[in-house]
């Protein structure tokens, strides 16, 4: 009798993994648990949306000077709390917080890790319906432990990233998350109410014909980036272009097909936003972090972007990332003409 291939839960697949390394206490298991449960906390939300008062703008606005939605503010209390409880984690950096924060409790202070998150990614599809999602980084702290954690451990390069990923609440609920070893999917299973293992081992193909640009900034991009856009869209079978666009204005979700189906996420420079739009510390660096372990490539049109030294909890960066050979296309052609328009 063929046995039913076992549904393996995030925690049974987080201790699995464990075991390859002797010397592993686990904390980092469990951050991940604690993630998942936060993240399980505000999938509830999101799917009776439209039913509670959760909808619509909170009325007041964050650090980015960005107007903050009811369900930004939810998701980010929701993962502070959780965390804070978890006592595996010393303290954490948001996109939607102006300073990091430290958990000064017996506990905490002992911690290995600090988490960055950006709570809720694609505030602006929450009223559409559209697909949106929760990104995570987890890094081993380099305060002293016993004390309070400190800035150094929240600007950190991503090289320095003990594991990074994101929740899409899409059609289904997904958490996709890489140590430097693996990138793994896990979806939601509502009934159990645990995240399952559903995409093992997930890598990037090489070679994408998706591009994916809010092509509605091409006036203010560079020479260069122009050029790329016109190399995309004209016609040359041989290259199997013209490529197809995707544009769901959710990082998450375009990440998401993008590691799927291959193709380049890009948020570039431009004349008004001399770094771009997307956090360093919040957005880009997980990403390419997770980019890079499924086997694609995430430059910030100068630099891999996990060689990029923060400088502060909120700076922006320009990001092209995605499929190998799209990403060194990209670059070079944004490089073309290196002076924004
Ligand atoms: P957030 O909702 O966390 O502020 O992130 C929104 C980001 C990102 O998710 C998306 O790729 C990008 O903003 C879309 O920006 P535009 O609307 O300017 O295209
Ligand atoms: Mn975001
Ligand atoms: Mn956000």
Excluded: W
């Excluded at 703008?57 to 980010?76: C, F, S």
């Excluded at 709570?119 to 890094?139: C, E, H, K, M, R």
């Excluded at 899409?170 to 293992?197: D, H, Q, R, W």
């Excluded at 570039?268 to 956090?279: C, M, T």
């Amino acid at each position: 009798m063929n046995s039913r291939r076992k549904l393996i839960t995030l925690d049974e697949f987080t201790i699995q993994e464990t075991r390859k390394f002797p010397q592993a206490t686990g904390e980092l298991s469990a951050i991940l648990r604690d993630i998942g449960l936060a993240c399980k906390m505000i999938n509830k939300q999101v799917l009776k949306a439209g039913l509670v008062d959760i909808l619509g703008k909170h009325g007041a606005t964050n650090v980015q000077g960005e107007e903050q939605m009811k369900l930004d503010v939810y998701a980010n209390e929701t993962l502070i709390a959780v965390l804070q409880n978890s006592s595996e984690c010393a303290g954490i950096a948001s996109e939607e917080n102006d300073e990091f924060v430290c958990f000064e409790d017996e506990y905490s202070v002992h911690s290995k890790y600090v988490v960055l998150f950006d709570p809720l990614d694609g505030s602006s599809n929450i009223d559409v319906n559209a697909p949106i999602g929760t990104i995570f980084s987890i890094y081993r702290r380099v305060s002293e432990l016993g004390k309070p954690c400190t800035a150094e451990d929240f600007l950190q390069e991503g090289n320095k990233l003990m594991a990074a990923g994101y929740v899409i609440y899409g059609s289904s609920t997904m958490m996709v998350y890489a140590t430097k070893l693996s990138v793994n999917g896990f979806t939601l299973e509502p009934s159990i109410g645990e995240f399952c293992l559903s995409h093992p081992d997930m890598k990037c193909p090489e070679k994408g014909k998706i591009y994916s640009i809010n092509q509605g900034n091409t006036s203010k991009y560079s020479e260069g980036m122009k050029s790329f856009l016109d190399y995309c869209m004209e016609s040359n079978k041989e290259e199997g272009r013209p490529y197809s666009h995707r544009y769901i204005g959710s990082m998450v979700a375009d990440m998401h097909r993008t590691l799927i189906k291959g193709g380049i996420f890009m948020y570039p420079a431009d004349k008004s936003n001399a770094k771009g739009k997307l956090r360093l510390q919040y957005e880009c660096n997980p990403m390419a972090f997770l980019i890079e372990a499924a086997g694609g490539e995430a430059s910030d049109g100068t630099q891999r972007i996990l060689d990029v030294q923060p400088a502060e909890l909120h700076e922006r960066c320009p990001i092209y990332i995605g499929s190998k050979n799209l990403v060194n296309k990209a670059v070079a052609f944004a490089n073309e003409a290196a002076t924004v328009a």
